[in-house]
């Protein structure tokens, strides 16, 4: 057997006693409580299309690393949006990614494919430019059987629930017919994740149609401020009866404001006019998160704030390929200061819950593990896009340990869009939080015992209880 | 014998050389150059109080952790501003530390607390919940014993010179108590640094009352700038003869500035008529490091300058408990432009020492080494709060090294309050600097020899001589 | 043999595959394609001073360390700005080093200086006050030697092209004589790299003179914006008929900014008249960078960003010393907005090459990794000044790897003027790389064969190809 077992250790007794413990957690079941799956893969179930549409089109990880080095989007298959010609042969896309390997060495990206490639599909051939098709074909036979459908995988994956990620402009359709099939529901397998930002974003080019699609989705009059915040109420309530437990909120920085009524709505009606400054959206978004953490308090969605991400930094790749597609860069993000209003407001009261990320780990010991560590409503999240790797989420459990312990953090969730990547992801983050409680083992800080119950709760614990996944109420 | 022998290394033959290197400097007196022990407690030398009021009702690091997970400070029993109920009964708060212990795992605390329960009190069951009782119960008869009282505990830790910290306000009665008992004085084993923040700080609500005290005290008139400056002059002078060698600055930043003496009798006055703005007092701060450095260079002391911390960031529990109870939060904090004044004006005089601190360590490697291995007056402080723990340290010493070698470090200051934690805190430092002094060896970086000079520098002679305890004057 | 053979690995077998890997990289050819070191050197070939003008003298890493300790450079012969008396003999000034070569434990200039000492000069005594004398007198009789001058060195050292840094308003009149002599001009041993700072920067004292002294050199007039441009073009083209192929910029940061040619012709006017605000030459910095690039788009000139150091922070040292004496500091250092604009115009075009460097690692994994993961114009210099040490190496590669693999990154570039140190830092380079491709293969994430061909690449292929020294146009 072939198969590598990586255990992000270097010493053999410290690789031992990582591998021990993550024995002891590498089947539990898998908590998905936020990504980016499509729900209509799981409530069609079609077979996948070939190998490269299922695992080099859609990941953006794997399409700018290509980009970076000269390989245009269009080569690998990305749509334009101008509809313009790119490339449809998956074998051909297949066989670039083949030719430019050596550009992954050491990235995430080719520990998940190469994972994948092993333990999901069974192919153990190393990929190099001369075995492009070999293992090409070895995926594409594959993908014809039935086990590999979506909802086959999905329980081979061993995965207890997965939330998938919607605006309230979304009908839930697909989520209605999940339910419909046993798989939705309170309680079920695919839940959904509120996530208003288009509702949110004043200075959105389409935010004029979304407020509008709001307000008939839900039977509200959008065109006023009360209107408006009834609107997200009722399609919260929605949510919920469909068995979201979570709301999330992607934001350009971690700001949050404290505004009365009326400002509030000044603001959303001067974004109304069309007269809403880019400060006015900053404002609004940071207003809106009080705004979500006291329909919090009422309704028990725990929120998740995303900060930090400059989208659509690379204009060019935007124009041509539209969002979503890698253009997106990190940047210096303060917590501090930030989220005090909303920490002021409502941070003491141990019913809201407030799940924070980061792009920018030079944060870790300054901001966000003291933070956790003095405030009972707020919860680190895992490391997040960009810090989505062994050795960041070793720095992560390095840096924030100290002051916000385990129990302050979120543990492990995936954020992916890619289902097949999902069990691999899971299993890098046991093995990558083994390793560190294998560290503390070792090293004479930590018995094996707590060690391992520790795992148990970062790995799944933690994050069916945080995001409120165990059916318990506020 | 169970008690552990953490080396904070991985690797059995580095191990075998932090152990070499650490049992070569684990027996030299301890410096405690810098920290917040109440003088009262060594001035009258009664018995401590039980575990918990000792152990855990003062310690903000355990409360704070305890209340991020929800427990309110006053089931700890930390008293209100207000005067309301809270836990009395020191076994009922045990208990509480003991069902929570896992929210300790991988932290300072835990391994603060349990080596001392180990070493300081011969205690080796491992604190769980059955075991609360028991623990809980040998400490208290520990505490009951003679040998468990303030001096002793202060030879038996082999404390050779212990620093408490006061404002120019306090009139040193306990200091004076504690040298006519032959145990302070100049070159006496308790001293106090002086520490000016409360007559500094003009956006304090009782900066009058204090600048009044300042006044009544030095017999200066204080409602003019002249008079301020005379009256610090003059209780610099009284703690310099109470054995003082070192003043201390907490300031928000690391901002200093550079006034004519007419700029600053303007904010000042400003001040005094209740009209300073909150850049006044920040401009004001300033301003007096650079007043401070100059009376260093007349009267010899060394300044410290702790910069970064937002007090009172958790507004709530600073309205329930006051300050110092785990409510503040560091900030990002910068050096290289902020100390520009005052090394630009005194920063080549080798007779001046300015230590500096960081919550921040994301300026190790980029301000604060290069800025130490740059001008002779400038020191790295040991990692402060929230970076006093083992992993932190290890980073500082691997990011600053570099830049600053060892010698613009000044070497270890446990800066607590926690007097049992005191051998530990040292013990702990003196394990990981060797780790990383081992690190170097077994890299053949560095020669065993040159090592453990080094580490008997940074343990003992260094903090010694750089804070002026040995004796020296400027 | 008691030559060092450090692998900066600690767990045997890492050390083991370290070594094994460094041996397939160690002999390969040095490729320096940014330093600076004087081209008098190798044009005239001369033999060295004494040791200490060779190696102690002229690098500021030594004299500011022991300036940080109260020595100051007066006493380490390095000249004054008012020609005022300094320390001349050699003897005297070795002694200083070795009496304080206890502050040089665990940093980068004693792994440079002892195994320049061992593998250049073959002097294997350990540097001590006590030896003092033995090791200068070992190094000096070998100076006298042939095999020790310049250009003999330069072959033993396996040099396979030093780029050295000019000015555009130098006349390269060393470069012609080196090409005379079979050494210079395109595709020679010895190339200049075109760094225009001293005539872009319009607030440098001198900028006048040098703008004027530019016009004469290409013959144009200066005193207009459009013969400004011309002139730059003009010596860009002398450069690359010297065998030029990148230019470099160091600027306070990293801003970079599109104006039209009226915008840019005004500041450039007004700082004809002396009347440039510092926001104006600020602007005018990140204007040109623009300018550069498309200058590059057209000759293929490779831009290499330097950004981020406050040049001149220890004022005192300046007045006394000058420039480039120790008394540099870096700065927190913003890419993802300050390139943007660069990015935005060129950063997709392939032709375009820019390495940017950084004395920020807290951007690594927040900001470069993901710039250079994401456009394909970019890469990313290696560790520069006060990160240019192993342990920064490796923690370079752990935080960039993640988003920018190896690919995007531009190999090793020494920036170095002690020309006898070359060999030791690329070798200290090689070996850290080594010791992270090492950690990478024990811990099952690389196969050895793709860590050796990596490591080749980062060492010799890489740099060659990047910064067009391998005759390859754009």
Known sequence: MTVSDPTFAIDPRHAQ????????????PLICPHGHVDPRLLADDEPFPDPARLLIVPDHYVTRMLLSQGIP??????????????????????????????????????????????????VETRLRPETADEVYDAIAARLEEPGFRPRALFERFGIEVLATTESPTDDLGQHAKLAADGWGGPGGRVISTFRPDNVVDLDREDWSENIA?????????????????????????????????????????????????????????RGLRGEATPADAETFR????????????????????????????????????GKDVGGDIPQATGYVHALRPLLDTYGMDPRLRVVV???????????????????????????????DTPDA?????????????????????????AFC??????????????????????????????????????????????????????
């Open 393 to 417: 989420m070793r720095r992560f459990r390095e840096a924030v340990t100290d002051s916000a312990g385990f129990y302050n953090t979120a543990g492990f969730v995936d954020d992916t869009r």
């Open 357 to 387: 990320y980061t792009l920018d780990e030079y944060t870790f010991s300054r901001e966000l593990a003291p933070l956790a560590g003095g405030y009972p409503a707020l919860f680190l999240g895992a490391p997040w896009w960009f810090l």
């Open 73 to 122: 989007p269009d080569r690998l298959g990305v749509p334009r949006r101008d509809g313009g010609p790119v490339e449809t042969d998956g074998r051909v896309i297949w066989r670039l990614l083949a030719e430019n390997w050596h550009l992954f060495r050491g990235t995430p990206s080719r520990l998940w494919l190469e994972r994948t490639f092993e333990t999901v599909f069974g």
């Open 17 to 28: 006693v990582a591998r021990e413990l993550y024995a002891t957690a590498r089947d539990l």
């Open 286 to 321: 940071g207003h809106m998160l009080l705004e979500f953490a006291r329909m919090s308090l009422d309704d028990g969605l725990v929120m998740q704030i995303h900060p930090g991400a400059v989208r659509d930094h690379n204009r060019r790749l935007y124009a041509a390929h």
């Open 213 to 269: 699609r709001l307000g008939e989705l839900a039977g509200e009059d959008t065109l006023t401020y009360a209107g408006y915040l009834n609107a997200l109420r009722q399609r919260r309530d929605a949510f919920i009866e469909a068995g979201t437990t979570c709301s999330d909120h992607g934001h350009p920085t971690a700001r949050t404001e404290v505004l009365s009524e009326s400002e509030a709505a000044a603001i959303y009606e």
């Open 421 to 474: 990547s999902i069990p691999v992801r899971h299993d890098i983050s046991r093995r990558s939080d083994a390793a560190y409680l294998a560290s503390l083992v070792v090293q004479d800080r930590l018995p094996l015992d707590e060690a391992a119950e520790t795992l148990a709760d970062l790995s799944y614990h933690l994050p069916k209880r945080i995001f409120r996944l165990d059916g318990k109420a506020a």
